[in-house]
């Protein structure tokens, strides 16, 4: 590596940025090559690698040093509204209640349960106890403190856990690098003691079989895809654990939970264009996978198994089917399990909810007395029930949706029991704290349902949500498609053209950027920014059409309809346009790569987190983690030359140009497994290459951390108030409003 070392002459006050050494490799394809000068810093491995992105960090460190009181502003504001010792409101499981506490000064969460009662009154059983901030209860107990288990270790995160339906054994998994693979570990709960049985690199989620007996789990292969369903037998070795089912094509997702009625073991495979679930009955003795629809029929479903009871009372099996048969923006059906056997095209199926090309229908599922259906209609995420009794029939009930008073919010279904009488939502918008409410299910006597407010999140600091303004905005697309717009400001900000703004976007995998409460963004909006969230074509706002249009070989529509957010933004009178920043991350981030070389001149500033802006040359590679997965998002270039070659037109790496390019910031982590450190690392030395400008490009790289960086929340913190000073600092944005700010 040839690196100029850091000045420290007082009179040069400009660090010169490390230049890695050029060692040209050839990537050969459809009778094209591309000579890539840094491959070689893909080896992580090596010294020379870890040196030179450690002389990234101490350069972004000696460029962005002057902005460290600025950070440390945020990072205040931030702790300052967050009232650090909280608790979640309890869910119920069975017989207890679990809920998680934090701790002031405490990085990581504490999972803890007391005992439920079961007195006949099915709603006050299904109350929440009164728990209090940092104040035990009577017989609570604790599961996982994540404090202790990250005591001495670089990284802490859990990727699922499990509670036997007897309460005993707690199952957790945990990861302790960054890199997205877990240790098992089971606990019980009666003694406090850890059972012998530990299982090495799993996967995220794990599930009990209702006996206890059994635990499932999901292994990766290789290229970090989940591929494999075993099943661990408690008191025997790990080697003798089964293989349940292994998924051999390279470009299906494999993930395993049990039915709401915990009679089945639900394994869904798939992709975003088609997908096959496979079921194992529990009770049966042969113990057989059982296919719902072959993936062979390219039908994109997901299937629950359930009893209907009928109008004479009698239980029979159906499956519940979300599905996009003759159905874009897919819908709700059933089927008698006897109809799968048949081929598709004669398989008669009971409409439950019907299509829509104004409706998204997301997901359905179970309890024993109600239907679940999450639904996007207008942009906004929301949940309808329908009762069970007459399910498929003309007696079938007209849906039932929990009404609220925001335009813009977001309401999902935040957990469920099948036999409880309330279902758990949660619910947010841009300047509404996240509630959690329990929705009472319609009853004849209740017709309309009741929502029950558990708990609003409290913010600290003398936050008004009536300080700022959140609206819908639509900007015009090139060719004429309207693009929807979220437009946050303090409500002290002026419509003179004076203000700096920033646009954030993501614009993939049928994603949609919901509205949802921010604390660490009340920063930036008491500094005067106006935060737009462009909700661009690529995600899922606006249905499956929306998405279809801005992947494979629409995939531009994505990044022109950023630009063309901006453009609003900057004609909207709101702002001065040389005073736009633009953020996203992970394919947001290839997004912002896009942008820095269609526009460099529209923005003063980029900052681009965990960036995939070398997707062609991870996506040749199907060896790389989770590339075969990503052909159904960008197209197959190893097989198409078609794609290969529209995907080399837009690469934010093979693009860079002679051209000012703004301040950038690319951020990254060492050990993702998702979008490998690489990709920023190579973009950023061809970018100072190729810039005529002489605004500084940056690399900011977290050592210990993964895809979502640090794992403890003070560490978060301090990175979302670092990328947030950089751009506040970059628009001149520095000073708080007139009366802004903590209380």
Request: include cysteine; charge should be negative.
């Amino acid at each position: 590596m040839t690196q100029t070392p850091l000045q420290d002459s007082a009179a040069t006050a400009v660090p010169t940025p490390p230049a890695a050494k050029k060692i040209p490799s050839e990537r050969l394809h459809h009778g094209d090559t591309f000579v890539d000068n840094y491959e070689w810093l893909r080896d992580k491995e090596s010294a020379e690698v870890v040196a030179h992105l450690k002389a990234e960090n101490a350069y972004q460190e000696a460029v962005t040093a002057h902005q460290e009181p600025l950070r440390e502003a945020i990072f205040q504001e931030i702790k300052g509204r967050t009232q650090e010792t909280d608790l979640s409101v309890p869910h119920r499981k069975d017989g207890w209640w679990y809920f998680s506490r934090s701790a002031e000064g405490k990085e990581y969460g504490i999972q803890c349960r007391v005992r439920a009662a079961d007195t006949g009154d099915k709603i006050a059983d299904w109350t929440p106890p009164a728990v209090q901030p940092g104040v035990g209860i009577p017989g609570e107990e604790v599961l996982l403190d994540g404090n202790t288990e990250a005591e001495g270790k670089p990284f802490f995160s859990v990727g699922g856990s499990a509670v036997t339906v007897d309460g005993n054994l707690y199952a957790y998994a945990v990861d302790n690098s960054g890199d997205e693979r877990f240790t098992l570990r089971i606990k019980d709960l009666r003694t406090g003691e850890l059972l012998p049985d530990v299982i090495e690199n799993i996967f995220y989620g794990v599930a009990f079989s209702p006996d206890g007996t059994r635990i499932f789990y999901t292994v990766v292969d290789d290229s970090w895809r989940p591929y494999q369903v075993k099943a661990h037998t408690l008191g025997t070795p790990v080697a003798e654990d089964v293989v349940i089912y292994q998924e051999d094509d390279a470009a299906m997702w494999l993930g395993v939970e049990l039915s709401s009625d915990r009679r089945y073991l639900v394994l869904g495979i798939g992709c975003s264009e088609y997908s096959e679930t496979r079921l194992l009955r529990f009770d049966d003795p042969a113990q057989e996978l059982t296919t719902v629809i072959s993936r062979n029929d390219r039908v994109l479903y997901e299937a629950e198994p359930f009893l209907l009871t009928g109008p004479d009372g009698t239980a029979s099996e159906r499956i519940l089917l979300t599905h996009n048969r003759g159905a874009i923006n897919s819908m709700v059906s059933l089927a008698d399990p006897a109809e799968l056997a048949r081929p598709l095209s004669e398989q008669d199926w009971v409409t439950v909810v019907g299509h829509s090309d104004d409706v998204r229908v997301n997901g359905a599922g179970v309890t024993s007395t109600h239907l679940i259906v999450s639904i996007r209609k207008d942009t906004i995420e929301r949940v309808q029930v329908i009762g069970l009794h007459g399910l498929g029939t003309p007696a079938q009930e007209a849906p039932v949706e929990p009404a609220f008073d925001e335009e813009l919010y977001t309401a999902g279904v935040g957990g469920s029991d099948y036999e409880a009488p309330v279902i758990r939502l949660g619910y947010t918008s841009y300047f509404t704290p996240s509630r959690i409410y329990d929705f009472v299910l319609p009853t004849p006597e209740v017709p309309a349902g009741e929502l029950l407010l558990r708990k609003e999140s409290p913010v600290l600091g003398g936050y008004d949500g009536n300080d700022y303004v959140a609206t819908r905005e639509w900007a015009t697309a090139s060719d004429g498609t309207r693009i929807p717009l979220s437009v946050l400001r303090h409500k002290a900000v002026k419509q003179d053209s004076t203000a700096a703004g920033l646009v954030y976007g993501y614009g993939s995998y049928e994603m949609s950027m919901d509205p949802g409460f921010g604390i660490a963004r009340l920063s930036l909006l008491d500094r005067g920014v106006v935060f737009v969230i462009a909700h661009i074509r690529g995600g899922g706002e606006l249905g499956r059409h929306w998405y279809e249009n801005g992947k494979k070989l629409t995939k531009k529509n994505t990044f022109t309809d950023f630009v063309d957010a901006t453009d609003w933004l900057a004609a909207s009178g709101w702002v001065d346009p040389a005073r736009i920043a633009a953020l996203g991350g992970s394919a947001g981030g290839l997004l912002m790569g896009a942008v820095a070389n269609m526009a460099p001149e529209k923005y003063a500033a980029i900052v681009a987190q965990v960036p995939f802006v070398d997707p062609l040359t991870s996506i040749l590679d199907p060896e790389l983690p989770l590339s075969a997965l990503e052909w159904e998002e960008w197209g197959n270039p190893i097989t198409d030359p078609g794609v290969y070659e529209y995907m080399k037109s837009y690469s934010p790496y093979e693009n860079v140009r002679p051209a000012a390019y703004p301040k950038i910031a690319a951020v990254t982590s060492f050990n993702d497994t998702r979008v490998l450190y690489v990709e920023p690392a190579k973009w950023v030395q061809e970018l100072r290459n190729k810039t005529t400008g002489t605004e500084p490009i940056v690399m900011k790289i977290e050592m210990d951390g993964g895809h979502g960086g640090a794992s403890g929340r003070y560490v978060q913190w301090r990175e979302r108030a670092w990328d947030y000073a950089f751009i506040a600092d970059s628009l001149g944005a520095t000073e708080l409003l007139p009366g802004a700010g903590l209380k």
